[in-house]
């Protein structure tokens, strides 16, 4: 597990500490700023109403640096159409390179597919342009969607809606991001991709305390050794 004690290592800067929980009410002042701030302009337009409905119902997941107690990185699970469709949508990442926005797409593909309808159907819209993050999406278990239902489109556009490719999760991928979450958990670390810099990282909250996600943690299968 990562050393919680803040020493900086052989002298260098302290060890980064990042915690992962749901957003609450107490923290609705601060995402809003956050997303206000930092929502980059190439990205799909958000309704910020979405997302901030998503925060009320503790759908909307971020990761805090915990010394200087900042939102890094963001992201939200949107109900439309009663619950049948749930968009993975609104990922905004500050600290780029530590696999923050993989890591919250585990999070919130899990947490989708726990909490709602058995055939509910999981998504991502993604700015026609952004074809690396297509790609990276593709690799998580997301095909484009090349004809989403009628009445999905009519919801997204009454929320200020529209653009973007659609992206279908396979439903039968979850649990690699179910146990990958588990890896984490086990491990506690994440490493910057260009500089191995390592940040210590706590999902202890995530899946002890949000009955969803424990439920996952209890019944998965044992993580090799």
Excluded at 31 to 38: A, D, I, P, T
Excluded at 131 to 143: D, E, P, Q, V, Y
Excluded at 182 to 208: F, K, M, P, Q, W
Aim: one cysteine or more; charged letters at 20%.
């Amino acid at each position: 597990m990562c050393d919680m004690m803040n020493k900086p290592p052989q002298g260098g800067e302290p060890v980064r500490h990042l915690r992962v929980r749901s957003a609450g009410g107490r923290d609705m002042a601060a995402v809003e700023g956050f997303y206000k701030q930092h929502q980059p302009h190439n990205l799909v337009a958000r309704d910020l109403g979405a997302l901030m409905r998503a925060s009320e119902l503790q759908r909307l997941y971020m990761v805090e640096e915990t010394r200087e107690k900042q939102i890094v990185a963001a992201g939200a699970c949107c109900a439309h159409c009663d619950g049948r469709f749930v968009e993975v949508g609104g990922a905004v990442v500050r600290w780029k390179g530590y696999g923050l926005q993989r890591l919250l797409t585990h999070i919130r593909t899990v947490q989708s597919l726990a909490m709602t309808f058995s055939d509910v159907q999981v998504f991502c819209i993604v700015d026609a342009a952004q074809t690396s993050l297509k790609g990276r999406m593709s690799a998580l278990g997301f095909a484009p969607w090349g004809q989403p239902p009628r009445e999905l489109i009519g919801d997204l556009a009454e929320q200020g809606h529209s653009g973007g490719d659609y992206l279908l999760f396979a439903t039968e991928r979850v649990e690699e991001h179910r146990q990958r979450l588990l890896e984490l958990a086990r491990s506690g670390v994440v490493r910057h991709i260009g500089t191995g810099t390592a940040a210590c990282v706590s999902l202890d909250i995530l899946l002890n305390i949000d009955r969803h996600f424990k439920t996952a943690h209890e019944t998965a299968a044992p993580i090799p050794t």
